[in-house]
């Protein structure tokens, strides 16, 4: 049944309007974004469809547009409604940390590269440039792919520091495959970055691994001296 023969105020859109968004489920909210379903299929339906073949809204919101546009039915249209949904987020959440906030806490940089970074269905390393009194210069993606040795050159970030004039930064990178424990990759490279921003008196106050459900911090273990 389409949605517009529904019993008055059920369909998701009336439902929002009249009672507040917190009363829709996933499928629901789901389907207000996609305006529209399918042949044979409303937009609840689709969006319970899509849910289920993903496996939940995080690994529909990170899936690339292959994924997404290779179900009967979607498209480059909805692919990008999607995507310009989960990046409005991203930017909501990171109004917290937006230049000139002081890092409080060590949740509240989680929280914040939690959103820019949990989600990506590939790899990204980033850095958060901070001033001497850990105020939020800028965060700036130096990256994207394989995070190896040979990818990541510390004369990329020392460069970058001295431009933006940071006193310290934080290093993060996200694991797509959901797992956050440091590789022994991951070790080394933290140690080669150390030591380059040492040459120009820069602390490097952590290095966070993003994913699904934790974020591990190289400073909690000990491992950033």
């Given at each position: 049944m389409a949605i517009r023969d529904w019993p008055e105020g059920e369909g998701p859109r009336e439902k929002l309007l009249q009672r507040g968004a917190a009363h829709l489920s996933d499928?629901?909210?789901?389907?207000v974004l996609l305006r529209n379903g399918v042949c044979g299929h409303n937009a609840v339906d689709l969006a319970r469809q899509?849910?289920?073949?993903?496996?939940?809204?995080?690994p529909l919101f990170s899936a690339t547009k292959q994924q997404v546009c290779r179900l009967q039915g979607l498209g480059p249209?909805?692919?990008a409604q999607l995507q310009a949904s989960a990046e409005l987020a991203r930017r909501l959440a990171g109004e917290s940390l937006?230049?000139?906030a002081v890092?409080?806490?060590p949740d509240l940089t989680r929280d914040y590269l939690r959103f820019q970074l949990a989600d990506r269905a590939y790899e990204v390393f980033a850095v958060l440039l901070l001033d001497s009194q850990h105020r939020v210069i800028q965060f700036v993606e130096l990256f994207r792919g394989t995070i190896d040795a040979a990818s990541v050159y510390p004369r990329e970030l020392v460069s970058l520091v001295l431009e933006k004039r940071a006193a310290a930064v934080i290093v993060c990178h996200n694991h797509p495959s959901g797992v956050a424990e440091p590789s022994q990759a991951d070790r080394r490279i933290t140690e080669r970055l150390k030591n380059a921003l040492a040459t120009i008196d820069v602390s490097l106050l952590d290095h966070m691994v993003v994913g699904d459900r934790e974020i591990v911090s190289f400073a909690e273990r000990g491992w950033i001296g």
């Open positions: 499928a629901e909210l789901l389907a899509l849910i289920s073949e993903f496996g939940g809204l995080r249209v909805k692919y937006q230049r000139g890092l409080t806490s």
